[in-house]
């Protein structure tokens, strides 16, 4: 069986954080730039052990977990959404993008490459959906990284059953990939570090789909929910009223959206498995991410996903392989 992991981030080269930090310095006055590498500055970002990942590599972590392929997107913390002027938003994405299609040329049996938007909200929707383009037809992509707030916390975004979303549906749909959910940074003066407010979006994200005319309007739309749909699953009980008095279930609501298996315990696992069916579930892990820390108590990484899903014991041989694989090929097409 194939381990394929839909929730990855990029690892780069020094040299693209760089260029953002350069971008922000001057603000586009001193025009675009770019950056390059060479596939050996590639390998060597893959293979460097970082303090931030428990001072093991990017490729350690994968073989290790012995995950065969995976999806990577760019760093959400990364991401600067909120900054201005929209050009230089747009010129990171478009660079950030650039590397990710490097390291899946450098690996192309371990990575593929899932898009960022430059989602200023200077920028209308369409224009974001000028990269998705770009990197579909001209990079092999094979999905989005769609963050539902790009003001980082800044003002309040439209919901996500708001028209002002649907060119990002037309596109979606067009192009046949799915998005993945995941917010980007939160500025101060936020409440909420940006890990709460991950959840907090992932959230509002679900309710918001699932209780609208979205999937009526995009019947062939495909989104997946990172971190197994925030705070859903555990909550599902405060949504059954409202789902039977319009003569459905809550479980069948969301069972319109797929859920990343990026939760870092077997219990919250298995409750996200029962509520929304081993069929909308694909294996995420982030990894290396937040997660890639030792647990003291079991001697396990904590994003060590695979061993908390082959630990549960109710799982039938086909559900797990679903799960680690077949769901993945299925909806990204691999």
Same mark, same amino acid.
């Given at each position: 069986m194939t381990i394929i992991d839909i929730h990855g981030h990029v690892s780069a080269?020094?040299?693209?954080?760089?260029?953002?930090?350069?971008?922000?310095?001057?603000?586009?006055?001193?025009?675009?730039?770019?950056?390059?590498?060479?596939?050996?500055?590639?390998?060597?970002?893959?293979?460097?052990?970082?303090?931030?990942?428990?001072?093991?590599?990017?490729?350690?972590?994968?073989? $290790?977990? /012995?995950?065969?392929?995976? #999806?990577?997107?760019?760093? *959400? @913390?990364?991401?600067?959404?909120?900054?201005? =002027?929209?050009?230089?938003?747009?010129?990171?994405?478009?660079?950030?993008?650039?590397?990710?299609?490097?390291?899946?040329?450098?690996?192309?049996?371990?990575?593929?490459?899932?898009?960022?938007?430059?989602?200023?909200?200077?920028?209308?929707?369409?224009?974001?959906?000028?990269?998705?383009?770009?990197?579909?037809? $001209?990079? /092999?992509?094979?999905?989005? #990284?769609?963050?539902?707030? *790009? @003001?980082?916390?800044?003002?309040?975004?439209? =919901?996500?059953?708001?028209?002002?979303?649907?060119?990002?549906?037309?596109?979606?749909?067009?192009?046949?990939?799915?998005?993945?959910?995941?917010s980007a940074g939160c500025r101060p003066p936020a409440r909420e570090s940006y890990s709460v407010h991950f959840i907090q979006e992932e959230t509002l994200a679900v309710l918001a789909l699932i209780q609208s005319k979205v999937f009526n309007d995009f019947p062939d739309l495909k989104i997946v929910v990172s971190h197994g749909g925030g705070a859903v699953p555990y909550q599902k009980g405060r949504f059954y009223p409202g789902a039977f008095r319009n003569g459905t279930t809550f479980e069948d609501q969301m069972r319109k959206l797929y859920y990343d298996t990026c939760l870092y315990t077997q219990d919250s696992i298995e409750l996200l498995i029962k509520t929304v069916g081993a069929d909308r579930c694909l294996y995420g892990s982030e990894k290396p991410g937040t997660g890639s820390n030792m647990n003291p108590q079991t001697g396990h990484w904590i994003d060590d996903i695979h061993l908390l899903i082959n630990d549960i014991d109710w799982l039938s041989d086909d559900e797990r392989k679903a799960i680690l694989e077949d769901n993945a090929r299925s909806l990204y097409r691999l």
């Open positions: 080269p020094t040299e693209l954080y760089a260029y953002k930090a350069g971008l922000l310095s001057h603000r586009g006055a001193h025009g675009r730039g770019g950056v390059t590498f060479t596939d050996d500055e590639i390998r060597e970002a893959l293979n460097a052990p970082a303090k931030s990942f428990g001072n093991v590599s990017h490729m350690t972590h994968l073989n $290790e977990a /012995g995950i065969d392929l995976q #999806l990577i997107s760019p760093r *959400p @913390y990364q991401a600067m959404h909120s900054e201005q =002027p929209a050009k230089i938003v747009q010129w990171f994405t478009e660079e950030t993008n650039n590397t990710i299609a490097a390291v899946c040329r450098v690996e192309p049996d371990r990575f593929r490459g899932v898009a960022g938007l430059p989602q200023s909200m200077d920028l209308n929707p369409k224009q974001w959906m000028d990269e998705l383009r770009r990197c579909v037809t $001209e990079f /092999g992509f094979v999905g989005a #990284l769609l963050d539902t707030d *790009p @003001y980082e916390g800044v003002k309040t975004p439209p =919901p996500l059953d708001d028209k002002f979303w649907y060119p990002v549906w037309e596109a979606l749909c067009e192009l046949d990939v799915p998005a993945l959910i995941h």
